[in-house]
């Protein structure tokens, strides 16, 4: 928290990325903030909360690259002391300078909203508690990159400064090694490709992002994929990001109309409409309950040690959830042909 000469408090800052065409800060923020409405962003500018580079700007005021946007009120912001639990984190790997996490589907890796205890950040400051990039008012201590609640996979958390910076470089030249497992709805035409557009917050629910229409409405979002195995009605892909936008996955394949199997927030828990057959309703039912989130999962994290600067690489196996689903959809097309295409 910053407070400033004038009594206000430093709420809400972000740097505009140097890809950054003209924007109004208006629609700058309500891209990037949960829950805002422009009308809200538009009160806030008309008092002098918004301020670009530590001056206040009218909510017309065109954002540019480089520019330093914040949203200043006249009160702290809200702080929630971290509660340290100790959470049975599934720790890969651990040395002196970083951690990688398997985090189990349904865990949220941050405090926020509605989730401010058994997060993984609550079981971090559990494990250790005097983590230097550790402040009370920085909700995701030694967090470099997060992924969603309902997606496992492997993360990175940085256990110095040194790290912090070194591995955050690394994630904005894009020389991170990602890449995830996803089941996706539908048989997907081509082999291997390449999603790139801009994705921005749903005008419709800020809980989920879309592709926007204008690229200056939102951050542009690259990722790479390949088909690992056919099945008719479902398609296994592997996807490497090139950039990490929030739920980039999810929304560029709900965009491709292949949504994620079972992804809730992109429409991948209803029975897509490829046969009307009984038994294929059935199937899809009890594999649901098999797997009851998005068939999604960081299975590969490869990146420069900060201190050894030699490149380290993880693997982690898909989870029990995901691979049985995996097989159930094997063997139901093994036993049906079908002509999707």
Same mark, same amino acid.
């Given at each position: 928290?910053?407070?400033?000469?004038?009594? =206000?408090?430093? &709420?809400?800052?972000? /740097?505009? @990325?140097?890809?950054?065409?003209?924007?109004? /800060?208006?629609?700058?923020l309500?891209?990037?903030?949960? #829950?805002?409405?422009?009308?809200?962003? *538009?009160?806030?500018?008309?008092?002098?909360? %918004?301020? %670009?580079?530590? *001056?206040?700007?009218?909510?017309?005021?065109? %954002?540019?690259?480089?520019?330093?946007?914040t949203?200043?009120?006249?009160?702290?912001?809200?702080?929630?002391?971290?509660?340290?639990q100790?959470?049975?984190?599934?720790?890969?790997? $651990?040395?002196?300078?970083l951690?990688?996490? #398997?985090?189990?589907?349904?865990?949220? /890796?941050?405090?926020?909203?509605?989730?401010?205890? !058994?997060?993984?950040?609550?079981?971090?400051v559990?494990h250790?508690?005097?983590?230097?990039?550790?402040?009370?008012?920085?909700?995701?201590?030694?967090?470099?990159?997060?992924?969603?609640?309902?997606?496992?996979?492997?993360?990175?958390?940085?256990?110095?400064?040194?790290?912090?910076?070194?591995?955050?470089?690394?994630?904005?030249? &894009?020389t991170?090694?990602?890449?995830?497992?996803?089941?996706?709805?539908?048989?997907?035409?081509?082999?291997?490709?390449?999603?790139?557009?801009?994705?921005?917050?749903?005008?419709?629910?800020?809980?989920?992002?879309?592709?926007?229409?204008?690229?200056? @409405?939102?951050?542009?979002?690259?990722?790479?994929?390949?088909?690992?195995?056919?099945?008719?009605?479902?398609?296994? %892909?592997?996807?490497?990001?090139?950039?990490?936008?929030?739920?980039?996955?999810? +929304?560029?394949?709900? &965009?491709?109309?292949?949504?994620? =199997?079972?992804?809730? !927030?992109?429409?991948?828990?209803?029975?897509?409409?490829?046969?009307?057959? #009984?038994?294929?309703?059935t199937? /899809?039912e009890?594999?649901?309950?098999?797997?009851?989130?998005? +068939?999604?999962?960081?299975?590969?994290?490869?990146?420069?040690?900060?201190?050894?600067?030699?490149?380290?690489?993880?693997? *982690?196996?898909?989870?029990?959830?995901?691979? $049985?689903?995996?097989?159930?959809?094997?063997?139901?097309?093994?036993?049906?042909?079908?002509?999707? @295409?």
């Amino acid at each position: 928290m910053q407070e400033h000469s004038d009594e =206000f408090f430093e &709420h809400y800052r972000v /740097v505009a @990325d140097p890809n950054q065409g003209p924007l109004r /800060v208006d629609k700058f923020l309500q891209n990037r903030l949960l #829950n805002a409405s422009r009308n809200r962003i *538009q009160n806030s500018a008309k008092s002098g909360f %918004v301020r %670009v580079n530590e *001056q206040p700007v009218k909510s017309n005021y065109k %954002v540019k690259a480089g520019d330093t946007v914040t949203l200043v009120l006249p009160h702290p912001p809200h702080n929630r002391e971290l509660i340290p639990q100790e959470l049975n984190l599934d720790i890969i790997y $651990e040395d002196e300078w970083l951690l990688i996490l #398997n985090k189990s589907a349904g865990m949220v /890796v941050h405090p926020g909203y509605g989730n401010y205890e !058994g997060t993984v950040v609550n079981g971090l400051v559990h494990h250790f508690q005097n983590l230097p990039s550790y402040k009370s008012e920085v909700p995701r201590p030694g967090l470099v990159h997060r992924i969603d609640k309902d997606t496992s996979g492997l993360l990175a958390i940085a256990k110095t400064e040194e790290t912090m910076t070194h591995l955050a470089n690394q994630f904005f030249h &894009h020389t991170i090694e990602r890449a995830y497992f996803a089941l996706v709805w539908g048989n997907v035409k081509e082999d291997e490709g390449t999603i790139d557009n801009y994705l921005r917050r749903s005008p419709q629910d800020r809980k989920v992002v879309s592709v926007a229409k204008e690229p200056e @409405d939102g951050k542009r979002a690259i990722t790479h994929y390949k088909v690992l195995e056919r099945y008719g009605f479902a398609t296994a %892909v592997e996807c490497r990001l090139e950039t990490g936008r929030t739920h980039q996955i999810r +929304a560029h394949f709900k &965009h491709l109309g292949h949504p994620l =199997f079972n992804d809730s !927030g992109y429409g991948g828990d209803r029975i897509r409409s490829f046969t009307s057959f #009984n038994r294929f309703k059935t199937f /899809v039912e009890n594999t649901f309950k098999v797997c009851s989130r998005q +068939a999604l999962h960081a299975g590969v994290l490869g990146f420069e040690h900060p201190h050894t600067k030699e490149h380290i690489r993880f693997e *982690q196996a898909l989870p029990p959830d995901i691979a $049985e689903a995996q097989e159930r959809f094997r063997k139901f097309a093994s036993n049906y042909e079908t002509d999707l @295409d």
